[in-house]
């Protein structure tokens, strides 16, 4: 993937020291954002969702030298993802709103470097998942489409 890995686990770990509920500043951001995307979240409660979320994190960030891994977790995820109605467009919310999330604790500490960093990751992970979710819908013709939007 090309990814600068020490500075992704360096940064997480502090972010994470800081604040370690740092899902809970994601969703707020997210939601408050991208209301559309809200009522994708009914299935868990939030506490659910956002331990969900820091499990697959922390996982990722372990794994980041893994590239079968990776690619077999993440696809799989993205599959996962078709039938919760998740689109394409999607993604860079989600990379936006994680991005944010992290500056935000890391504060003085986040750096052009720390940007770059977790935009490529970020990206390498939404390709992925965005992989699987392609691979999945062409396996199955009544999986939602990638073009269908929630909200406006």
């Not at 940064?11 to 995307?37: A, C, D, K, W």
Request: no cysteine.
């Amino acid at each position: 993937m090309g990814l600068n890995v020490g500075l992704l686990r360096e940064s997480f770990e502090l972010v994470i020291e800081r604040e370690p509920n740092l899902t809970h500043r994601f969703y707020g951001i997210l939601f408050s954002r991208y209301p559309q995307v809200k009522p994708l979240f009914g299935r868990n409660s939030r506490e659910q969702q956002e331990k969900m979320l820091s499990e697959a994190l922390v996982a990722v960030i372990d794994r980041l030298e893994d590239a079968s891994w990776l690619e077999e977790k993440l696809m799989a995820m993205g599959a996962k993802h078709v039938d919760y109605g998740v689109t394409d467009a999607m993604y860079p919310w989600v990379a936006d709103a994680l991005i944010s999330a992290i500056a935000e604790v890391a504060a003085a500490d986040w750096t052009p470097e720390h940007q770059r960093a977790w935009t490529n990751a970020l990206g390498a992970i939404a390709s992925l998942m965005q992989r699987g979710a392609r691979e999945y819908r062409a396996g199955r013709p009544d999986a939602p489409a990638p073009a269908a939007q929630v909200g406006g």
